[in-house]
């Protein structure tokens, strides 16, 4: 692909460092001296070829590339800017990819294209040039990807929610250029997360960008999510034991052994519709499971859930509803990663005080206060959120945040390929969410088979937000995408395996199908299952 702005076509000219550097450092030193309006480039400096960091692995000798764009003053006296950095692999494949981010951003991440754990060999280790981006603003620490006060500004507002992309892309199509001495032929995204939900932002606002978006468990609808947060948050400390001054202590509403009750169950219940009992629900759609089953015929004991725990669960499990019964965000889907610590982390937390520490109070209810809901209120309390009233409240930052629209007819159009997967034991945002977000593009775009000519969605059962849990979580979607882009080669399946399943290895199918043992071949290998609906 090599779509080019209006914008890239006014920037170009105005590139003033000629390219006659003969070492790698004095060519990549070279890019400081780039004259780009609204741009501000920090530093340039080749980095030696080195250990990865998160995932494994080593990346090569590259030109880092840090900045800032659209430098300003803003709500409050604040500084703002939309930080960059983008690092050029000496060996380069003609690859550039956009990696998102995660949380609300606040913070430039290592632009290493590792964007999940579903991701273990990162981008740059492949030839890749990639970017990331703190989406326009700096968060406060110590967790600045936790921080909202940024909202209060109009402009950093729009630039977290899509701006960002945008300004990115194009400034790193201009060093790219500049650096290189040609374009990159083949663009993608990688994201996770918020950075899948910049994934479907980018596809829907800016569909000629990219010929290839990998979106795993996308917050497109993160401002509904966080009513969902405040939901379960509220549902939990209901029967959460107190400490001595009266207060719940949200971590103990359910213990690690209650949580391992409910995994178990749904394993009982639902491991062997694949084919085979392994530890892995693959068949998910035919799953189903009522917490009843485990109810305590007395007093609660270590192999039974208290009636208040079952009644619980299943207010939690079926998502937020206002009075009248109506679904406000979505329900979740039952899976033996529920007992995982990444599911506790996010949901209940480990604090043994009435202080939580679960990421559904520090980040989701955070965000539903300070960003989310609006007009802002410093005195509104999310954990006394109303249902009925207060809902109408994220309407504004939906519309802004969140991108739900189905109509991808130019990116479909201009060979643009989407590759949507999410762990069926995510507590953030739901699986069932995507599903349906997926449903609906079948419907509004000719159906399932002309949908899946663009956009293809897999299920990981098990993982939880973008990885771990007991799952198959490590895969290659970004081989897969690139193979999809520039091969022609749609991925029916992805090879998955898992650290906590050695030496077993499992398709992921396409949705609507999913893995299923043949019945002959040996019960630890991918090569026993065929994909089915």
Sequence with gaps: MQNVSAQSIFLLPLLTVPLLAQTEADRCAALARMTIPDVEIASANLASAGPAGRGGGLVPAHCLVRGAIDKRVGFGGKTFAIGFELRLPVQWERRFLF???????????????????????????????????????????????????????????????????????????????????????????DGCSNGGRQGLMAAQRFPTYFDGIVSGAPAFRVTYAAIGSAWETMAF???????????????????????????????????????????????????????????????????????DQVTTLRRVMGGPRNSRGEAIYSDWPWDPGMAAPGWRMLKLGT????????????????????????????????LKFNFDKDTLRVADTAALQDPTSTHL?????????????????????????????????????????????????????????????????NFDALGAMTRWVEQGQAPDSMLATGAQFPNVSRPLCAWPKHAEYDGKGPGNAAASFVCKE
């Design 99 to 189: 990696q998102g981010g995660g949380g609300m951003d606040g913070v430039v991440r290592p632009a290493l294209g590792a964007a999940s754990g579903a991701n273990t060999n990162p981008a740059l280790a492949r030839g890749f040039a990639v970017v990331s981006t703190d989406a326009g603003h700096t968060g406060a620490p110590p967790a600045p990807e936790a921080d909202p006060s940024f909202a209060r500004d109009q402009q950093a507002r729009i630039d977290n929610a899509y701006r960002s992309i945008d300004r990115v892309t194009q400034i790193s199509r201009a060093i790219v250029l500049q650096y290189y001495g040609e374009p990159w032929r083949y663009a993608y995204f």
């Design 237 to 307: 400390l209901e029967i959460a034991p107190k400490d001595d001054a009266g207060r719940p202590i949200l971590s103990r509403a359910f213990s690690d052994a209650d949580l391992k009750l409910v995994a178990e169950g749904v394993l009982k219940a639902c491991d062997a519709r694949d084919g085979i009992a392994d530890g892995l629900v693959m068949n998910t759609r035919s799953c189903s499971f009522d917490p009843a089953t485990l109810v305590c015929a007395g007093v609660k004991e270590a192999t039974c859930l208290s009636t």
């Design 351 to 382: 604090s043994q005080t009435a202080q939580p520490n679960s990421a559904d109070v520090t980040l989701m209810l955070s965000g539903l206060k300070g960003y989310f809901a609006y007009p802002y209120d410093e005195t509104f309390d999310p």
């Design 409 to 473: 007819n130019t990116f479909a159009e201009h060979g643009g390929k989407l590759l949507l997967y999410h762990g069926m034991a995510d507590p953030f945002f739901s699986a069932l969410d995507t599903q349906r977000y997926y449903e609906r593009l079948t419907k509004d775009n000719g159906g399932l088979a002309n949908v899946m000519d663009f956009a293809r969605y897999f299920e990981v059962p098990g993982m939880n937000h973008c990885g771990g849990g007991p799952a198959l979580d």
